[in-house]
């Protein structure tokens, strides 16, 4: 990610004027980003990261960034399958789907593929991320399955998407006292983004 771009970008300005609004901006990017086909076209990953850097320097705590993302990310998904719920069958004839019926058949393929756990991949596999919650509901899984799955992949999804934007706005606040927290940070990640990618790798190869 480039520095300069990033520090130049109409976001960087103004969530450093508005940090009181920090919190909520976390939460309805994450909602954005996991929010049906909506996150294919909003740049949600570049925004949480720049709101969660400005979290680090000191405008919001750990804990609250990190809920803030769990929160919005659960609430996307949720609300994309209960939207699938209730249109049911006539999703194909909703919006872009009727333009792109391959889309839907690709989650369909995906979700009967691997069941349940598709949820949980899906959140970090960009090909069929936007449409699964949208497919288990119009396939009417479960609640209590896809709520379950829904939370458990939130739980990775949050801290991965905010902890290298956070600790890299808390190195530059003050890199003494975050220097232990940030190898901390970069461990979690690292282990999250290996499972997400063994995961990811693994059901492309069984595709």
Do not use: K
Not at 120 to 134: D, I, K, Q, S
Request: net charge neutral; aromatic share 14%; hydrophobic share 55%.
């Amino acid at each position: 990610m480039d520095w300069n771009s990033l520090q130049d970008s109409a976001a960087w300005y103004w969530l450093t004027e508005h940090q009181a609004w920090l919190a909520p901006i976390i939460a309805g990017v994450a909602f954005i980003e996991s929010f049906a086909l909506i996150g294919v076209v909003i740049p949600g990953v570049v925004l949480l990261y720049i709101a969660a850097f400005i979290a680090g320097t000191g405008a919001l705590s750990l804990p609250m960034t990190i809920a803030c993302a769990f929160l919005g990310a659960v609430a996307g998904d949720s609300a994309s399958y209960l939207i699938g719920r209730h249109v049911h069958r006539h999703l194909p004839n909703i919006g872009p789907f009727r333009r792109h019926r391959d889309w839907l058949a690709r989650g369909e393929h995906f979700f009967y593929e691997y069941g349940g756990i598709s949820i949980v991949v899906a959140r970090f596999l960009g090909p069929v991320r936007p449409v699964m919650p949208l497919v288990a509901g119009s396939l009417l899984m479960p609640r209590w399955l896809f709520f379950s799955l829904n939370i458990a992949s939130a739980l990775a999804w949050a801290p991965l998407y905010t902890l290298p934007g956070y600790f890299s706005g808390a190195a530059t606040d003050s890199p003494g006292e975050w220097r232990s927290y940030i190898i901390a940070g970069i461990f979690v990640v690292i282990i999250v983004a290996i499972a997400a990618i063994w995961l990811r790798d693994r059901f492309r190869m069984n595709a």
